[in-house]
């Protein structure tokens, strides 16, 4: 080493030597991963013993729920720590706005050396974007393996599912084999690629495990034995259910309903292993991460961030897929590891959400963001800290869309004990349940008259979430794509309006 260099060395050392310390990031992304379908959680046939290891040498939030139960809308949320109505990719067809900041823009400002690998999916734009040195995407959806005939489970079709190879750093590459094990082994060959005297961040975006589900042949038609159980819905068992929506019990026959599914007549129980199966991928992934950290000597100075981007209903209140409100839909598992600041096996029960991503990474950097973000930090709530001024409440927020018509715009405010949902734009009734004695959701307590002062409490609870971050406007975005509104022939009828909207002539609107 000449002078020079060893002068530049002596004098980064003193300039920077809080970056020396800063951990490194990696957040792993799975898309649809819904809450409950972990191995440590007692899932009666799933093992997932990578992400059961993450739980246990880390954090695991019991409470963690998306804020707009969508692919698009909540990886810009997770990026930006914004809401949708702020952030305005409210459907899975526009960009993010070019004004808005990505959390990994301030990392990388801050000396973090960062890598985008995976499914990005706002708009329809796989350009490379702000705040990424390295980056690797593919264009919407995306697909399991380049041709179908490669892997022994098959799928329809679906939307926005595109074979076009990658774009790395802006040069066109074929994607050769199974789409979960083949980022993987890009996102370790950056691992050991990269400069090793910078902090990192490393953004894994899966595309498992979106519909259709297909797993690797490894792991193809492992569970097709299990016993799966058809979920009791509103129609088929109307005495369990008290007072669901109408528009729930009309979505039954709908593309995102059990009659009518995709309009194939999707078996439930089929998806769903096949679901499980192609999550075991995922799992493998995650294993192959930290053994990769482990190996390089770098996994206790990383921390590592799993999380879903939205969670999946598999005929639960005979609805399929997610944008409503119910916890099937909404909740996501999400479990965080770095054992020198949080204890191994800390559960968290306060409400958590994708929001609060970008916050809570800034802090984990030593940054923190000029612009204002919707979400906020759960850092100290990981390390056991911080808990008494936690919110209360968390804002749920979905949009209408034209392409799928049968769900409509709700917002929901999420307590510990109580959820309320409203309904926006349809002649319907509101919901609430407590979800600590009812975590199905069956028993619609908005109609009892004994929680008049709770739901009135929620619903101004709703109003000022909404007021404080500049959410009482709706985005409205253009129309585009196919709409999706039909019903099937033969199928259920309408249903009838809720007992309490019927009265006799001459009677009051009270
Ligand atoms: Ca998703």
């Not at 046939?45 to 139960?69: C, I, W």
Request: charged residues 25%.
């Amino acid at each position: 080493m000449n002078l020079r260099s060893l002068s530049i060395a002596f004098f980064s050392i003193l300039l920077f030597p809080a970056l020396a310390k800063r951990p490194n990031i990696v957040v792993i992304l799975t898309d649809d991963h819904r809450y409950d379908a972990l191995g440590f959680l007692g899932h009666p046939f799933l093992k997932t013993p990578h992400m059961d290891r993450l739980a246990a040498e880390g954090v695991h939030f019991q409470n963690a729920y998306v804020t707009t139960s969508l692919c698009s809308p909540s990886r810009a949320s997770i990026l930006t720590g914004l809401y949708a109505h702020n952030h305005r990719v409210v459907d899975n067809y526009n960009p993010v706005g070019k004004s808005l900041t990505f959390f990994p823009e301030l990392l990388q400002s801050a000396g973090y050396q960062t890598a985008f690998i995976g499914k990005w999916h706002m708009g329809d734009s796989e350009e490379k974007q702000r705040g990424f040195d390295y980056w690797l995407s593919f264009k919407g959806q995306g697909v399991y393996v380049p041709d179908p005939a490669m892997l022994k489970a098959k799928g329809r079709f679906v939307p926005q599912a595109t074979n076009s190879g990658f774009n790395i750093n802006g040069k066109r590459v074929a994607q050769k084999g199974y789409i979960t094990d083949e980022l993987t082994d890009y996102a370790e060959e950056w691992l050991g690629a990269k400069d090793d005297t910078k902090p990192f961040f490393l953004y894994v975006s899966h595309k498992g495990v979106h519909a259709d589900f297909l797993p690797p042949d490894r792991h193809a038609f492992k569970y097709d034995e299990v016993l799966i159980p058809t979920p009791p819905t509103p129609l088929s068992h109307p005495t369990l259910f008290t007072d669901p929506p109408m528009w729930v019990r009309n979505q039954s026959n709908s593309r995102h309903g059990v009659e009518f599914a995709y309009y194939t007549g999707v078996d439930m129980k089929k998806y769903y292993r096949r679901y499980c199966e192609a999550l075991l991928a995922v799992d493998d992934s995650v294993g192959r991460l930290l053994s990769n950290l482990e190996k390089s000597g770098e996994l206790e100075d990383t921390v590592v961030l799993y999380l879903g981007d939205n969670g999946f209903i598999f005929g639960e209140h005979g609805l399929i897929d997610k944008r409503c409100a119910y916890d099937e839909s909404i909740r996501i598992p999400m479990l965080m590891r770095y054992p020198k600041s949080l204890k191994p096996g800390t559960k968290v029960e306060k409400i958590v959400a994708n929001i609060d991503v970008a916050p809570t990474l800034l802090e984990v950097a030593g940054l923190k963001s000029k612009k204002r973000m919707d979400g906020e930090s759960f850092w100290q709530l990981a390390k056991g800290k911080g808990s008494s001024d936690w919110r209360k409440y968390l804002l749920y927020e979905y949009y209408w869309e034209r392409n799928y018509p049968q769900t409509p715009t709700n917002h929901a405010v999420i307590g510990e004990d109580y959820k309320y949902i409203r309904y926006h734009g349809v002649w319907d009734q509101d919901e609430l349940y407590h979800t600590k004695s009812d975590p199905k959701e069956r028993k619609n307590l908005f109609n009892d008259s004994s929680q008049e002062s709770r739901i009135t409490e929620m619903n101004k609870a709703l109003f000022d979430l909404l007021a404080d971050s500049s959410g009482e406007n709706m985005p409205l975005l253009r129309d585009r794509g196919t709409k999706y509104l039909h019903r099937k022939s033969g199928g259920s009828r309408g249903a009838d309006f809720p007992p309490g909207f019927r009265r006799d002539a001459g009677t009051s609107g009270q």
